[in-house]
């Protein structure tokens, strides 16, 4: 048996040791869901809500003690755990408990002039057994979006949640236990990446994963073996962009929130500020003054908690002394934090460049990087040349402007004079193009990605035949105009062709 510990990163002392689940282990879960799986989904829609109500009431009793609890495991402030993880869930829940059966149901379309006196409709089923694959950043509301999406559409789920916020993991699994979830439609199994890669492996029908570049690359590779589909969630690097005319104080402030809110371990962090060199001076002073007043810490007034684990405090150093040593300048901030557990000064950059570690990579953590530019279009042109494409932002009191360039920008979400908060929105599908992954989640298509799309065309049945079917003797003249009719959209053409097939001599 093997196993892993949880390191608090707030104490840095040892919280536990968890069993690495094994690829057999992880087969049984997946029988087990596999089991759960069609009378869950010959529940109605109102029934399946029934147990996403007790989950919702639970949230609304326990979410303070969930938000500490999240808190002691990622080491993320207070409050962001709360707002940022918590709050989040139930208000998925409500957004799709009125919104579900519209975006499922059935939907009639006309089926053109080709098809005359039949009907086509589009319906929606579910894939099966969802393997979803969870990242430690936001633990809990990664996973369980993903697992209440896929569940609302009669799937079942077998969790992977990481290795590094194993308590939350393990809340989950209290959580549906406390919620009377049906045994089978929420599995969570605790593991690294070799219980991942099983669970890729194992009979699922689909993958959903949330993580790095390099791991969604395996996790698709595996995946292309059977094949089924994966969705990936995957890094980014956001661009926020500051135009000359753009509210200062408010894009200072809004730039402190996007790159520190969770300690800058976010896909959506502010990680590439560009400024136009007209205010530039200006606003680094105003960046500055906001910087220093940030609280790190572990009390529940703390604007910023811990780095979650040490591999992570690596690349953030590492990133930094690269850019320092190519001509970077630290402004502020740029030290670990002397005390207990991983605690890292908010730290301010700027003369960054495209070829820095600090500009190409994920730094994730609590740190903004810089970069002076002439206008609003090199800003433009540097944010879209770059391998992530999650999420951007545009600052600007001109909201023409504004809309114009968040037109522009190659990514899956974009803000003007705002940032990260979109992700909360349960209306708004999220997901990223370029190495961010593809796939969407949350809105609408958010419920349709864990399910099959059917098309179904219907016939009355009376008629012996159809006049395009064999024989096609004779029908090559009728046949024509019918081809140049439908093409030129002339119903009269057509239905006179048709008229002229149906009425061709047997041979
Ligand atoms: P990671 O890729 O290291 O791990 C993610 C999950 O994959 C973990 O549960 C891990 O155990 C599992 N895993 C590892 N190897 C595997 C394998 N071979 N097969 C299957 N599963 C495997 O990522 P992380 O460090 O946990 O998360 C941080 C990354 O996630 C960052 O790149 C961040 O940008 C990204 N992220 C993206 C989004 C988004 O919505 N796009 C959200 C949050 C985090």
Same mark, same amino acid.
């Given at each position: 048996?093997?196993?892993?510990?949880?390191?608090?990163?707030?104490?840095?002392?040892?919280?536990?040791?968890?069993?690495?689940?094994?690829?057999?282990?992880?087969?049984?879960?997946?029988?087990?869901?596999?089991?759960?799986?069609?009378?869950?989904?010959?529940?109605?829609?109102?029934?399946?809500?029934?147990?996403?109500?007790?989950?919702?009431?639970?949230?609304?009793?326990?979410?303070?003690?969930?938000?500490?609890?999240?808190?002691?495991?990622?080491?993320?402030?207070?409050?962001?755990?709360?707002?940022?993880?918590?709050?989040?869930?139930?208000?998925?829940?409500?957004?799709?408990?009125?919104?579900?059966?519209?975006?499922?149901?059935?939907?009639?379309?006309?089926?053109?002039?080709?098809?005359?006196?039949?009907?086509?409709?589009?319906?929606?089923?579910?894939?099966?057994?969802?393997?979803?694959?969870?990242?430690?950043?936001?633990?809990?509301?990664?996973?369980?979006?993903?697992?209440?999406?896929?569940?609302?559409?009669?799937?079942?789920?077998?969790?992977?949640?990481?290795?590094?916020?194993?308590?939350?993991?393990?809340?989950?699994?209290?959580?549906?236990?406390?919620?009377?979830?049906?045994?089978?439609?929420?599995?969570?199994?605790?593991?690294?990446?070799?219980?991942?890669?099983?669970?890729?492996?194992?009979?699922?029908?689909?993958?959903?994963?949330?993580?790095?570049?390099?791991?969604?690359?395996?996790?698709?590779?595996?995946?292309?073996?059977?094949?089924?589909?994966?969705?990936?969630?995957?890094?980014?690097?956001?661009?926020?962009?500051?135009?000359?005319?753009?509210?200062?104080?408010?894009?200072?402030?809004?730039?402190?929130?996007?790159?520190?809110?969770?300690?800058?371990?976010?896909?959506?962090?502010?990680?590439?500020?560009?400024?136009?060199?007209?205010?530039?001076?200006?606003?680094?002073?105003?960046?500055?003054?906001?910087?220093?007043?940030?609280?790190?810490?572990?009390?529940?007034?703390?604007?910023?908690?811990?780095?979650?684990?040490?591999?992570?405090?690596? #690349?953030?150093?590492?990133?930094?002394?690269?850019?320092?040593?190519?001509?970077?300048?630290?402004?502020?901030?740029?030290?670990?934090?002397?005390?207990?557990?991983?605690?890292?000064?908010?730290?301010?950059?700027?003369?960054?460049?495209?070829?820095?570690?600090?500009?190409?990579?994920?730094?994730?953590?609590?740190?903004?990087?810089?970069?002076?530019?002439?206008?609003?279009?090199?800003?433009?042109?540097?944010?879209?040349?770059?391998?992530?494409?999650?999420?951007?932002?545009?600052?600007?009191?001109?909201?023409?402007?504004?809309?114009?360039?968040?037109?522009?920008?190659?990514?899956?979400?974009?803000?003007?004079?705002?940032?990260?908060?979109?992700?909360?929105?349960?209306?708004?599908?999220?997901?990223?193009?370029?190495?961010?992954?593809?796939?969407?989640?949350?809105?609408?298509?958010?419920?349709?990605?864990?399910?099959?799309?059917?098309?179904?065309?219907?016939?009355?049945?009376?008629?012996? #035949?159809?006049?395009?079917?064999?024989?096609?003797?004779?029908?090559?003249?009728?046949? #024509?105009?019918?081809?140049?009719?439908?093409?030129?959209?002339?119903?009269?053409?057509?239905?006179?062709?048709?008229?002229?097939?149906?009425?061709?001599?047997?041979?």
């Amino acid at each position: 048996m093997s196993v892993f510990e949880k390191i608090s990163p707030i104490s840095g002392e040892k919280l536990g040791e968890f069993e690495v689940s094994t690829p057999a282990q992880v087969n049984e879960a997946v029988a087990r869901a596999r089991a759960a799986f069609a009378p869950w989904r010959d529940r109605s829609l109102q029934e399946r809500f029934e147990v996403l109500e007790r989950m919702r009431q639970i949230i609304d009793r326990r979410g303070e003690e969930f938000a500490r609890r999240i808190s002691e495991d990622t080491g993320k402030a207070l409050l962001d755990a709360l707002m940022t993880e918590i709050l989040v869930v139930p208000l998925f829940i409500d957004h799709y408990r009125r919104n579900a059966a519209k975006i499922l149901k059935k939907e009639s379309v006309w089926p053109g002039m080709l098809f005359p006196g039949k009907k086509a409709h589009i319906e929606y089923f579910p894939m099966g057994v969802v393997g979803v694959i969870a990242p430690w950043n936001f633990p809990f509301q990664l996973a369980m979006v993903p697992v209440l999406s896929a569940i609302i559409g009669g799937n079942t789920v077998v969790l992977k949640p990481s290795e590094v916020t194993p308590l939350t993991g393990e809340l989950i699994r209290e959580l549906c236990a406390e919620a009377e979830v049906p045994p089978g439609v929420i599995e969570v199994v605790q593991g690294d990446g070799s219980t991942g890669a099983a669970l890729v492996d194992a009979e699922v029908d689909m993958i959903f994963f949330t993580g790095s570049v390099n791991t969604g690359r395996k996790v698709m590779a595996a995946a292309s073996k059977k094949p089924i589909p994966v969705e990936l969630e995957l890094g980014g690097k956001d661009a926020m962009i500051v135009c000359a005319d753009a509210n200062l104080k408010r894009a200072a402030k809004g730039a402190m929130w996007g790159a520190l809110v969770n300690g800058g371990q976010m896909c959506t962090s502010v990680e590439r500020l560009f400024v136009v060199e007209s205010i530039y001076e200006e606003f680094i002073q105003l960046l500055r003054a906001e910087m220093e007043a940030i609280v790190v810490g572990d009390d529940e007034d703390a604007d910023m908690g811990a780095i979650t684990f040490a591999p992570q405090l690596k #690349t953030i150093e590492t990133h930094l002394q690269e850019a320092k040593k190519d001509g970077a300048k630290i402004v502020c901030g740029g030290r670990r934090i002397d005390r207990p557990g991983i605690f890292f000064e908010p730290t301010l950059v700027t003369g960054v460049t495209p070829e820095m570690l600090l500009y190409r990579e994920e730094t994730f953590g609590p740190v903004l990087p810089v970069i002076k530019v002439a206008d609003e279009d090199e800003a433009l042109r540097l944010a879209n040349a770059h391998q992530y494409g999650l999420t951007g932002s545009v600052w600007t009191a001109d909201l023409d402007k504004g809309r114009r360039l968040a037109s522009q920008m190659e990514c899956g979400q974009v803000s003007i004079n705002d940032l990260v908060q979109s992700v909360g929105n349960p209306k708004l599908p999220f997901g990223g193009v370029k190495s961010s992954g593809f796939g969407r989640y949350h809105g609408d298509q958010g419920l349709l990605t864990f399910m099959h799309t059917k098309s179904v065309m219907i016939a009355s049945g009376r008629a012996s #035949t159809e006049a395009v079917w064999f024989p096609y003797h004779g029908k090559h003249k009728a046949m #024509t105009r019918l081809f140049h009719s439908v093409l030129g959209g002339q119903w009269v053409g057509v239905g006179k062709a048709f008229l002229d097939l149906l009425r061709t001599p047997k041979r």
